[in-house]
């Protein structure tokens, strides 16, 4: 596991029920000492670090406490591995939608990921870009806010518009507005058989208006990715073109695949390659986990997201400004980019990304930096002012998380 | 009947002066102030409910919406957003000392960007309004709630509207990519944009559903979709409701998403065919409009599929369609089914509830037990694919005690959601319809909670303050 940032995370208080969560929480809220919020901690390296002395984990807070497979709906408290829902979904033929991206290459720890964890973080893998994200399907949580309270959102029901959405802000919010203690999801029946057509040797541009053709196809596209020869060359089932490829992932019955595979190999190009089951399973999975940035390469990194024909010109400045490496998801507008971890690059990657009407993310860097500059875009003022008094609203001591996003907040 | 908040006095009495500041900010003919001209505003989809407004404006653009929210802020207005004015739960019920801000002027479509799969439109652009716009490149926009030649996309945004293809699709949250909205303070913010995922906190998720409590929608980022090959519809008729939810539970367990799953009882049946004289099987106490997608081999394939699983479940009849034409045959009675219910009886109550799907049998026998009880006919509609009940519940305007009963009969329907484990609503959004009963879902703090959200917003409550919460409650938060 990473060195953890914080002094204390090492050793969280790690209550194994939702009670003690919330008594913790309402006594660091009466001694107003800031907690370090989190699961297993698999993600603790990403944005700003967080000035806390103590640290309080949900990784004892286990269990799917509800599983109803013909509604397609699983419940599980926030500290379950993800690993431990996919092995019960996948035991009936089911699975998680948004597709979460295991990062622990990337950020050099074994530590598995929670189901609490990726809420609070919503973060999605390349099923994103037709199926949505991982914050479309909460369908329900349970959380402890600043206040010491456990409130509740959503249900275990499909469909649900009962009051404000506090699913959607607290996914995401990275610990910062309450602490998730059990999540419900939407889940889906998994896809029979996975596709991908291979276009090896278009340039970034051409392989994006490639893959946004097939996106724009009437085939239903779950997965639309370009990877320079570099990037590539990690992936073993890639490496043997020796170019840059884009890739289109069709999910689906085995026979429906077929088709579609074929057709969109006649469509886009004749000499195009369709990968079997197994080898698409292989390549979607190092696309999704960042295997193109795995944990040897030094630097930090960063998620852009603009729309996805800007992909390659956002690639494009970072390769020439910075010395940066990368590759593309999502159809083109997710922009995975690697550099030297200093300042300079960081600015070179945010003004990249606003040129071109995006948002960045920090994912990795060493905390010097990270405490030091914006991780994610700042707010414009009248929008801050609305982000404080959230924050306020649901974390009125500020002991939650503070500085995770933003400095102050 | 449920309650109004009291109207300030101070603003009822600078009622004219209010009225000039706006004519001062707008064009000439952007304000309506004359009695005759407000009564088309006074009521919504929830036409049981009436209120004339302070007055309505109708602003061309996002700075007029900022003018006048700078205005309202300034001088303690309340205002009331409205698009056109469809919500079945009185989301646009204007209130005495409102001003009502209404959209329809605002009806461009701004860009169109197949490439990238997104469309920015204006809020009173209708929701079919959008699909219409990008259909000759085969495009579409998912969500289709039954009113989408008439309901706008702000309003959508605002209810988190739905649909019946939400399994495969999702709803408006699912479907958007950024907003431009002005605040209370009259501050234009754009949120999110042309890409997915906008790093921070997710504001567009908050605000999408947030039933015009946090701020003002103006221009709207959707996503616009690639239809698939094509689409065919089959009906199958089951001789009870147990048997046709077991069939439900069998085709999700089979691994196949249908793109739509639609339900009706008896009374739905027959009221539907006695009106669209689609062919439904006037002999079932169930039925399922199945639908799927793809190449006319694979739509073959899935139905099939889909047709043997039924046949396990001893159907009364299935019908499955050969043509585009057969599918739209098989589709009419449903897509009628509001009008064909106005037959039968001029006034009833659109209720949305939301059940886990396997105690939908359940909650059928305990909705035809009241229907007993309370003596009034209902009718049930049910996305059985997402669990989204829709009873229709029958009664007679012009008598005051039955309107009274379909209300006690709605809310308990809700009630029974809520008890087995579902939701007060689905997609037509609390409103005024549903405010008394948001306790019956939420305990005393998380309506508390969820209020303190609302106040950071909107400190002064200005904005569309009589729905969603309940009344008596406001002064905690």
Same mark, same amino acid.
């Given at each position: 596991m990473q060195q953890p940032e914080a002094p204390t995370s090492a050793d969280p208080i790690a209550p194994s029920d939702e009670a003690g969560i919330a008594a913790a929480v309402a006594a660091a809220g009466l001694a107003q000492e800031p907690l370090l919020v989190m +699961?297993? +901690?698999?993600?603790?390296? @990403? %944005?700003r670090p967080v000035q806390a002395a103590r640290s309080l984990s949900t990784r004892n807070l286990t269990g799917i406490t509800h599983y109803s497979p013909e509604e397609l709906v699983i419940t599980a408290r926030a500290g379950t591995p993800l690993a431990d829902i996919e092995a019960a979904l996948s035991e009936r033929g089911q699975h998680v939608i948004a597709e979460p991206p295991d990062l622990s290459a990337l950020f050099g720890t074994n530590a598995p990921q929670t189901i609490g964890g990726i809420a609070a973080t919503n973060l999605s893998g390349p099923r994103r870009v037709a199926w949505g994200a991982m914050r479309d399907h909460i369908l329900g949580m349970r959380v402890v806010t600043g206040w010491g309270e456990v409130i509740h959102s959503g +249900?275990?029901?499909?469909k649900n518009v009962t009051g404000l959405d506090l699913c959607k802000l607290l996914a995401g919010s990275h610990g910062t507005l309450g602490v998730i203690t059990e999540v419900t999801l939407k889940v889906l029946p998994a896809p029979e058989t996975i596709g991908t057509v291979v276009l090896p040797g278009l340039d970034a541009v051409a392989g994006v208006a490639a893959i946004s053709a097939a996106l724009g196809s009437p085939y239903s596209v779950s997965g639309a990715a370009w990877l320079p020869a570099r990037a590539a060359a990690r992936v073993p089932a890639l490496a043997a073109f020796g170019a840059p490829v884009a890739l289109v992932r069709i999910e689906d019955f085995a026979a429906s695949v077929r088709y579609r595979t074929h057709r969109l190999r006649d469509d886009l190009r004749y000499d195009a390659t369709i990968l079997d089951d197994a080898t698409s399973r292989t390549v979607w999975r190092a696309v999704r986990d960042v295997v193109p940035h795995g944990a040897t390469d030094a630097g930090a990194v960063w998620r852009v997201s603009v729309r996805p024909s800007a992909g390659p010109s956002v690639l494009r400045e970072v390769i020439d400004g910075i010395g940066a490496t990368g590759y593309l998801d999502w159809g083109g507008g997710l922009v995975w980019i690697a550099a030297p971890a200093t300042a300079p690059a960081h600015a070179a990657v945010a003004a990249a990304a606003r040129a071109a009407g995006g948002t960045w993310t %920090? @994912?990795?860097?060493?905390e010097p930096l990270r405490a030091g500059i914006q991780v994610v875009p700042p707010e414009p003022e009248a929008l801050a002012r609305i982000t404080r008094r959230v924050k306020a609203a649901l974390d009125p001591r500020a002991i939650l998380n503070p500085g995770r996003m933003y400095a102050g907040i | 009947m449920i309650r109004q908040p009291e109207p300030k006095a101070d603003i009822l009495a600078r009622r004219d002066a209010i009225v000039a500041a706006l004519r001062a900010l707008l064009p000439q003919d952007a304000v309506i102030a004359e009695p005759l001209r407000l009564k088309p505003y006074e009521t919504d989809g929830l036409a049981a409910y009436r209120q004339v407004p302070l007055a309505v404006a109708l602003p061309d653009s996002t700075e007029q919406v900022a003018a006048i929210m700078r205005y309202c802020h300034a001088e303690g207005v309340r205002v009331v957003p409205r698009g056109a004015g469809t919500s079945l739960s009185g989301g646009a019920l204007p209130m005495a000392d409102a001003v009502v801000i209404g959209m329809m002027r605002m009806n461009s479509i701004l860009d169109i960007n197949y490439a990238d799969r997104f469309a920015v439109v204006q809020a009173g652009v209708t929701n079919l309004g959008i699909t219409g716009a990008v259909q000759e490149r085969g495009f579409f926009y998912a969500p289709d709630p039954s009113s989408q030649l008439a309901c706008m996309i702000g309003g959508n945004v605002s209810m988190n509207s739905g649909g019946a293809h939400c399994l495969k699709y999702g709803v408006t949250a699912n479907n958007l990519l950024g907003l431009k909205i002005v605040t209370v303070e009259g501050d234009v913010l754009q949120i *999110? *944009? =042309?890409? /997915?995922? =906008? =790093?921070?906190?997710d504001w567009l998720g908050l605000l999408t559903g947030s039933e015009g409590q946090l701020a003002l929608v103006t221009e709207v980022t959707v996503r616009i979709l690639r239809a698939t090959e094509g689409t065919r519809a089959m009906l199958a008729a089951f001789g009870s409701n147990e048997v046709a939810g077991a069939c439900v539970a069998s085709i999700i367990a089979s691994g196949i998403i249908p793109v739509a799953l639609e339900f009706m009882d008896r009374p739905a049946i027959h009221a539907c065919e006695a009106f !669209?004289? =689609? *062919?439904?099987? /006037?002999? !079932?106490e169930a039925m399922l409009i199945i639908e799927v997608e793809g190449s006319d081999a694979e739509q073959d394939e899935l139905l099939t599929r889909i047709r043997t699983i039924c046949e396990q479940h001893s159907p009364l009849s299935l019908k499955v369609s050969r043509s585009a034409e057969e599918s739209l045959a098989i589709w009419k009675g449903r897509k009628g089914a509001f009008g064909a219910i106005g037959r039968i009886s001029p006034d009833y109550l659109c209720m949305d509830g939301v059940i886990p799907t396997s105690r939908l049998p359940e909650v059928l026998r305990r909705i035809g037990e009241m229907s007993r009880e309370y003596d009034l006919q209902v009718a049930n509609i049910f996305h059985a694919g997402d669990g989204n009940l829709h009873p229709l519940i029958m009664f007679d305007a012009n008598d005051p005690d039955s309107f009274h009963r379909a209300e006690q009969f709605g809310a308990d329907v809700l009630k029974l959601c809520v008890e087995v484990g579902g939701c007060l609503t689905g997609e037509h959004g609390v409103g005024v319809e549903k405010r008394e009963l948001m306790p019956v879902q939420f305990a005393p703090h998380e309506l508390i909670q969820q209020r303190r959200i609302k106040a950071a917003f909107d400190p002064g409550w200005l904005l569309n303050a009589n729905k969603v919460f309940p009344l008596d409650e406001r002064a905690a938060a």
């Open positions: +699961g297993n +901690g698999s993600k603790i390296g @990403m %944005l +249900g275990r029901v499909l %920090l @994912m990795r860097a060493p | *999110g *944009g =042309a890409h /997915l995922d =906008a =790093a921070g906190y !669209a004289h =689609a *062919g439904y099987p /006037l002999d !079932a």
